[in-house]
């Protein structure tokens, strides 16, 4: 069965340390692998996906398909990272059909001053 | 930056009765999508739609779940006779088609939160 593990719920950081948010997946398909992101009383937002390979807000994330992760990195945290992370894998369908996207159970990324 | 808008963003009602959560998903966009999450667990998929026709459904979307898009814009999901379990916060997606096998990014809207009581 397809699913997303993130393996802690709060994660807490003082400004400045480097992060690293924990998603591994289970799928046998080739995967299509996300992070979104929630801050406080918004909505989810993509903050990047495997395929595109590149760094937004000084994240980056490198799927690992021999142990099937995708973590993503920061170096140096900024308080204005706090929020709730969530690792998320797509199961694309054949042409004409969506693929739906199975989530981790996220990640709270505390940032302290 | 074009946004999928969802209302009402707090629901009450009581068990038994329907509800009808509406969404204006991205305005070219073609595949609709409705994701729930319960207090403290995870976002999980409901269903996706594309060409006026469900394309696939969790476990989750029993018969009290219907989906609908009743014009150009809107994107509903209906529930029959709500339950205590129901109460969560629902999500609405769309993704652009860009004619490939792979699913695009979905973009979600803010959330509508219901409450049965």
């Known amino acids: 069965a397809q699913r997303v593990t993130q393996p802690e719920k709060l994660l807490s950081v003082f400004k400045g340390a480097p992060v690293e948010l924990k998603c591994n997946y289970s799928?046998?398909?080739?995967?299509?692998l996300f992070w979104y992101v929630q801050y406080s009383r918004q909505r989810l937002q993509l903050l990047l996906r495997h395929i595109s390979r590149e760094s937004i807000k000084g994240f980056t994330a490198d799927l690992n398909k021999g142990e099937t992760s995708f973590h993503l990195k920061k170096p140096f945290a900024q308080e204005e990272d706090s929020a709730m992370y969530y690792c998320a894998l797509s199961l694309y369908m054949i042409y004409n059909q969506g693929g739906k996207l199975i989530f981790g159970q996220g990640t709270e990324l505390s940032v302290k001053p | 930056e074009p946004e999928v808008t969802q209302t009402p963003s707090h629901q009450v009602t009581q068990m038994g009765q329907e509800v009808i959560l509406r969404c204006v998903p991205i305005s070219n966009h073609l595949y609709f999508y409705w994701y729930r999450q319960i207090l403290g667990q995870k976002v999980e998929f409901l269903v996706s739609f594309y060409n006026n026709e469900i394309s696939e459904k969790s476990e989750i979307f029993d018969d009290q779940f219907s989906v609908e898009r009743p014009d150009g814009s809107n994107f509903t999901l209906k529930i029959r006779s709500t339950k205590l379990e129901d109460s969560a916060m629902y999500f609405c997606?769309?993704?652009?088609?860009?004619?490939?096998?792979?699913?695009?990014?979905?973009?979600f809207g803010p959330g509508t939160r219901l409450t049965v009581l």
């Open positions: 997606a769309s993704s652009e088609a860009r004619g490939l096998a792979r699913g695009d990014t979905q973009y």
């Open positions: 799928y046998s398909g080739s995967p299509e």
